[in-house]
């Protein structure tokens, strides 16, 4: 795995042995920082289940102001702050070793887009999509993007207050991109990709 794109690009990550974690492939990460392009510089990026800290990574690299990574894995943790050290990323980075349900709360700023990245099937991006709809951080200008098995259903989103704007399929996930419900009901979020 490596950085695709910015200052660090080309720059090879340390990953995690084993099954615990399941780094986005280079493929899928270059069409999902594609359709971000214009919403990364100066951003506040929030990247839960970080895993190896992959995404957030290229978002620093690509120009976002700062990055959080949550990742309760020590281990993980631990290659995250290596990454971070060699792509020389660190100063504009903070790294939570926690359960991404309850590390959202100790994130300072507010993030201009939230992506995670939970195991797949496991239930988790609906109880952190609740955790962020009780949130005052998250605004009607945060995106938040979930990459889950192509089976995963996001019916339940609207009654939380969020709104599906775009919907990017692969072969056996996704990526889900919402926000919250404007007032304007009339309005398109979706030409903003």
């Given at each position: 795995?490596?950085?695709?794109a910015g200052t660090?690009?080309s720059?090879p990550?340390?990953?995690?042995?084993?099954?615990?974690?399941?780094?986005?492939t280079?493929?899928i990460?270059?069409?999902l920082?594609?359709?971000?392009?214009?919403h990364i510089?100066?951003?506040?990026?929030?990247?839960?289940?970080?895993?190896?800290g992959?995404?957030?990574?290229?978002?620093?690299?690509?120009?976002?102001?700062s990055?959080?990574?949550?990742e309760?894995?020590?281990?993980a943790?631990k290659?995250?702050r290596?990454n971070l050290?060699f792509?020389r990323?660190?100063d504009r980075a903070?790294v939570?070793?926690e359960?991404?349900r309850?590390?959202?709360y100790?994130?300072?700023?507010?993030?201009?887009?939230?992506?995670?990245d939970?195991?797949?099937n496991s239930?988790?991006?609906?109880?952190?999509?609740?955790v962020?709809?009780?949130?005052?951080?998250?605004?009607?200008?945060?995106m938040?993007?979930v990459?889950a098995s192509l089976k995963?259903?996001?019916?339940y989103?609207?009654?939380?207050g969020f709104?599906?704007i775009k919907e990017?399929c692969?072969?056996t996930?996704?990526?889900?991109?919402?926000r919250r419900?404007?007032q304007?009901?009339?309005?398109?979020?979706s030409g903003?990709?």
């Amino acid at each position: 795995m490596r950085v695709i794109a910015g200052t660090a690009r080309s720059l090879p990550l340390k990953t995690s042995e084993g099954k615990d974690t399941r780094p986005t492939t280079d493929r899928i990460k270059e069409t999902l920082f594609n359709m971000l392009q214009s919403h990364i510089p100066g951003c506040v990026f929030v990247d839960l289940f970080s895993g190896s800290g992959g995404i957030g990574i290229e978002a620093l690299s690509r120009g976002a102001k700062s990055a959080y990574f949550v990742e309760s894995d020590r281990n993980a943790t631990k290659n995250i702050r290596d990454n971070l050290a060699f792509t020389r990323l660190a100063d504009r980075a903070v790294v939570l070793q926690e359960d991404a349900r309850r590390a959202f709360y100790k994130i300072k700023e507010v993030p201009d887009i939230v992506f995670m990245d939970p195991p797949y099937n496991s239930g988790l991006e609906q109880e952190i999509l609740e955790v962020l709809a009780k949130s005052r951080q998250i605004t009607e200008e945060t995106m938040i993007v979930v990459e889950a098995s192509l089976k995963t259903d996001f019916s339940y989103v609207e009654r939380w207050g969020f709104q599906i704007i775009k919907e990017k399929c692969y072969k056996t996930n996704k990526h889900m991109f919402m926000r919250r419900n404007t007032q304007d009901e009339d309005s398109d979020l979706s030409g903003q990709f």
